[in-house]
């Protein structure tokens, strides 16, 4: 009996083999895919078998039931994630099931530079094709009730590259950006240098928007830092152009003009009211921040544009008024007295 057994059981074994070898072969079949790759977009509650007969209907998978049978054998149909995906060539079936599995969707990038102002920051955001925009502009009330208890969203938002998929909103991503730059805030807060005159974080932040504003060569921050906080100290106005230029908002033409620096109605006109402006003016850079709180020591009250992007620090005010008569009042053509956000 058992003799007459061992040719059907060695049937029954080589068939198994070769069905073995066939699924083996299946499965290390690459998808047919053009060379370049494809972008799949896995639409929320797409099941597994729904984008296996799609795959299958555009020719580019061959066999959508072994797919679907293999996926629900090992639970792989249930952590599928939805998303857009880049399936490079050569792309395998069980390849496919595993970058479902890890999420593994395309990242877009955008750049919010330093020294944009929350509304520049937004038009920056709105050009990103693939980011939905939900927000209806700075004044926003999701935006300001992210920031609570902060009396503005100006200046919360950290200026980075930041990497998104596709459907994420413009309030998601600026959420991740004021989550890092309260960060940044905190960590360089706690390191910050004795004496300052600031009563909290958010006032070393405002001043961070100023130095940036005000900074067009890096290795000047310091030294812009350490003139404000001089001035602060001494109970000297800060009297910076850029605070009155963010006060005047789409007013602003272009020109600075005696009346826009006279106005006592700008809140943000630091050459008539004392102290710090209400919010920060700008987004600030790291380096901003720490300049801020770590001020380069001296005797400078006073600083100039040069109109190539540095400055001419001065002591007194007739040294100032002295580098005023000859970077100020013949200006070159291509004089610039702040450098442009993001710059």
Same mark, same amino acid.
């Given at each position: ?25 299946? $499965?290390?079949? #690459? ?18 078998? *729904? ?10 998978? =061959?066999?959508?039931?072994?797919? /679907?049978?293999?996926?629900? $054998? ?18 395998? #079936? ?26 520049? *920051? ?14 209806? %502009? ?17 200046? !919360?938002? @950290?200026?980075?590259?930041?990497? @998104? ?5 413009? @309030? ?10 309260? +960060?940044?805030?905190?960590?360089? $807060?706690?390191? &910050? ?19 940036? &504003? =005000?900074? %067009? ?20 106005? !800060? +009297? ?6 963010? %006060? ?40 901003? /921040? ?12 006073? @600083? ?13 005010? *007739? ?5 005023? &008569?000859?970077? +100020? ?15």
């Amino acid at each position: 009996m058992i003799r007459k057994l061992l040719p059907l059981c060695l049937l029954v074994f080589l068939s198994g083999v070769l069905v073995f070898q066939e699924l083996e072969r299946r $499965w290390q079949q #690459p998808l047919a895919l053009p060379p370049d790759g494809l972008q799949l977009v896995v639409a929320p509650g797409e099941s597994l078998r *729904a984008l296996a007969n799609r795959l299958n209907r555009d020719g580019i998978l =061959e066999y959508p039931n072994l797919l /679907i049978l293999y996926a629900r $054998w090992t639970e792989l149909d249930q952590q599928m994630k939805h998303g857009e995906y880049l399936l490079p060539a050569r792309l395998t #079936p069980l390849e496919l099931l595993e970058l479902l599995r890890r999420g593994k969707v395309i990242q877009y990038p955008v750049t919010l530079p330093e020294g944009l102002n929350l509304s520049q *920051a937004l038009s920056v955001l709105a050009g990103q094709a693939t980011l939905v925009p939900v927000l209806a %502009g700075p004044e926003d009330s999701r935006l300001y009730e992210l920031v609570k208890p902060y009396p503005s969203p100006e200046g !919360l938002f @950290f200026p980075d590259t930041y990497h @998104f998929s596709r459907d994420t909103t413009d @309030f998601q991503l600026l959420r991740r950006a004021h989550i890092r730059m309260l +960060q940044v805030l905190d960590q360089e $807060w706690q390191d &910050r240098a004795p004496d300052l005159p600031y009563e909290t974080p958010y006032e070393a932040l405002i001043m961070a928007s100023i130095i940036e &504003r =005000e900074t %067009g060569l890096p290795e000047e921050r310091e030294q812009i830092a350490g003139v404000f906080v001089r001035r602060l100290q001494q109970g000297m106005r !800060l +009297q910076t152009d850029p605070t009155v230029i963010y %006060g005047l908002g789409s007013a602003f033409d272009g020109n600075l003009r005696r009346p826009d620096l006279e106005d006592e109605s700008n809140v943000y006109n630091t050459y008539r009211r004392d102290g710090l402006p209400p919010t920060p003016i700008a987004l600030p850079g790291r380096a901003s /921040i720490h300049a801020a709180l770590h001020p380069a020591e001296g005797a400078d009250l006073y @600083f100039v544009a040069r109109g190539d992007g540095g400055h001419v620090f001065s002591t007194t005010l *007739a040294q100032h008024e002295t580098a005023v &008569r000859k970077y +100020q009042l013949q200006r070159k053509q291509d004089y610039r007295s702040s450098p442009e956000p993001g710059q």
